[in-house]
């Protein structure tokens, strides 16, 4: 995508004139925050590349995210620790972290596009988009904005937590991920409460190893 896409012509047209796209990267992982980013263009903006950030190289993200900070006419990140993870579920973190991003723009839109099919605000019209990461440009960019945000989060614990890998997987459940859990038991950015719950059994990660947690590089 290079510009708005018909949908956000036809909000225009409906008389919308704010229109911030939000999406939210890292639901699956089994360790770290979720991170959501909205992010407002003026409908003039045009920027080769914007697409569901997914499909991109790290480096096109981390090239897209410079541009799209440059050229939006506003953008803000949210997150929701691991502890809220565990605390009121991966969805409902998702739309916290949404919230938050929200909250931090310096500009209040009047109509939202989330990707996804389940989000709800209290006072913000929406409408919400399942793949409209790479259908809508100012979601795409907002996925691209999340995932950079948290990859460099990921990047920055893996020196804090070095025996994990975070730097590599980003929290996912690659093998050397599970290898880590086995050998280390989980640390404070594990999600006890989601996936790695369901591989306790297997995993015997969460049987009062208290050192793991405090394992950081001194």
């Not at 790290?58 to 620790?81: C, F, N």
């Not at 909250?103 to 006072?123: E, I, M, Q, S, Y």
Request: hydrophobic share 40%; net charge neutral; glycine share 8%.
């Amino acid at each position: 995508m290079t510009g708005y896409s018909t949908l956000e012509f036809d909000l225009l047209a409906q008389g919308r004139c704010s229109i911030a796209g939000v999406d939210e990267a890292g639901r699956g992982p089994l360790a770290g925050p979720v991170i959501a980013a909205a992010v407002i263009f003026d409908p003039s903006t045009t920027l080769e590349g914007i697409d569901d950030s997914k499909k991109l190289r790290p480096e096109q993200r981390e090239e897209l995210a410079v541009s799209i900070m440059e050229q939006a006419r506003a953008w803000a990140v949210g997150s929701a620790s691991p502890q809220e993870i565990d605390d009121i579920n991966i969805l409902q973190a998702s739309i916290l972290a949404m919230h938050r991003a929200l909250d931090a723009l310096p500009v209040t839109p009047d109509f939202l596009l989330v990707d996804g099919n389940r989000f709800h605000h209290p006072k913000l019209k929406f409408q919400t988009v399942i793949g409209g990461d790479g259908q809508c440009f100012s979601i795409g960019a907002a996925s691209i904005l999340a995932k950079v945000e948290r990859d460099r989060i990921m990047c920055a614990s893996d020196r804090e937590f070095p025996d994990y890998g975070f730097a590599r997987h980003k929290g996912y459940a690659t093998a050397a991920h599970i290898e880590a859990l086995r050998r280390h038991g989980a640390c404070a950015l594990h999600r006890r409460s989601f996936t790695v719950k369901a591989l306790t059994e297997q995993l015997g990660v969460f049987n009062d190893r208290p050192s793991a947690g405090r394992r950081k590089k001194r």
